[in-house]
């Protein structure tokens, strides 16, 4: 029987992140020593009021359908959130609470593309985007960054690269996979861009927002920019911040027409997130943000730690990081000292000779780069470094 699928699924990738991860996990469950340094996910546990929180509402009875974009208590408190936190209004009308902030990205894409449209994607990128844009039936236009500008779009390539067909762009600060942030004036020098490129929607993904200890904080480009606000969509979610991945509850305030058609697209797919880990967010965003600036500081610290560890093996280098928990390692020199093609090259023979695992660049529009993702304990960085550092040797 001959079976077909189509067009539209074989023009997409599997995310390497997840295909990693999944491969590293399947070999330590048949009893293989291997460390994986491939998914983005804290390794600290929900904080506990968060939990009890999240408890109450089983017990509560809390375990039936809610309004799709959320319960009323939820969308109040990331409106207050958003205002507190963020210097941004917006009515809890239009705020949607969705399964994961990815839900809510491919949505806007939805809404927004047509078929001949293009989306702006900058280079290095998480993952998803680029496949997301292709799903709408549009073209991910990849701008490409340079590693000496901190991986950051300059405005002058910004306006190059939108025509009269684009139709939205991608802004993701603190950043996945580089952590790099945005300062005020750099945001600022974009928006002059798109405030003259009107027909342009930007989805502003701020999911890493409090992982950040740069000089200045995370910013959202519609607060330094108000014109701007009536065609963004401001991404944002429980996962990275509070360590609540399994929880699966993210959210997104813009608007008004925008939030209509993301609405209209979420009833035919899921309807609402959750309905015990919407309670649960009540008291994540209503509480204190003690427990978040705690990880903060130690991803802050971790990240000192590591950067000098990926700095000490021969043929790997990477400039500090101002956010999220991964590094972007520029491994070339260590690609032509093992006589290899490329970066996916590179993390299989790492895998198979000293068990661990990393993500290629090339899954982020970073050819010849590696990520690493230090949301692990020191001693476990260091020891996968350790063996990454052996096989460097073992090439001399």
């Known amino acids: 029987m001959t079976h077909t699928v189509s067009k539209r699924v074989q023009n997409i990738q599997a995310s390497a992140t997840v295909e990693i991860n999944a491969l590293a996990l399947a070999r330590k469950a048949a009893g293989e020593d291997v460390i994986s340094l491939a998914a983005g996910e804290p390794d600290f546990d ?182 701007l606000a009536d065609r963004t969509l401001v991404v944002n979610g429980l996962s990275k911040c509070y360590a609540m991945t399994g929880w699966r509850l993210g959210y997104a305030g813009g608007p008004s027409w925008l939030m209509r058609e993301i609405r209209k697209l979420q009833g035919q797919q899921t309807t609402n997130a959750s309905s015990i880990a919407q309670h649960a967010a009540v008291a994540a965003l209503n509480g204190s943000l003690d427990s978040v600036k705690a990880m903060a500081a130690t991803y802050q610290r971790r990240s000192v730690k590591a950067l000098a560890a990926v700095n000490a093996i021969d043929g790997f280098h990477c400039d500090p990081v101002a956010g999220a928990f991964y590094l972007l390692v520029d491994g070339r020199e260590l690609i032509h000292k093992a006589g290899l093609d490329d970066d996916v090259e590179l993390c299989k023979a790492i895998l198979n000779t000293v068990g661990v695992a990393c993500v290629p660049g090339t899954a982020f529009g970073a050819p010849g780069f590696v990520r690493l993702s230090y949301a692990c304990e020191d001693t476990v960085f260091a020891e996968a470094m350790a063996r990454i550092g052996q096989y460097s040797d073992s090439l001399s």
Request: glycine share 4%.
């Open 46 to 227: 929900t904080p506990e009021h968060i939990c009890d929180a999240g408890i109450a509402a089983i017990r509560a009875g809390e375990t039936h359908y809610t309004q799709l974009p959320g319960i009323p208590a939820l969308r109040e408190a990331i409106s207050d959130k958003f205002a507190r936190e963020n210097s941004l209004t917006f009515d809890p009308a239009d705020i949607v609470v969705a399964n994961g902030g990815k839900q809510l990205i491919y949505n806007a894409a939805l809404a927004v593309l047509n078929p001949g449209d293009n989306a702006i994607v900058i280079a290095p990128y998480w993952v998803s985007y680029v496949d997301i844009v292709k799903l709408a039936d549009a073209e991910p236009r990849v701008v490409t960054t340079d590693p000496s500008e901190h991986f950051k779009l300059q405005p002058a390539a910004l306006a190059a690269a939108i025509d009269e067909r684009t139709r939205l762009i991608y802004l993701n600060s603190p950043g996945n996979p580089c952590g790099n942030v945005y300062s005020r004036n750099e945001l600022d020098a974009l928006a002059d861009v798109l405030e003259a490129n009107p027909h342009v929607t930007i989805v502003s993904d701020e999911i890493y927002e409090h992982l950040c200890w740069g000089e200045q904080p995370s910013l959202s480009i519609s607060a330094i920019r108000p014109a």
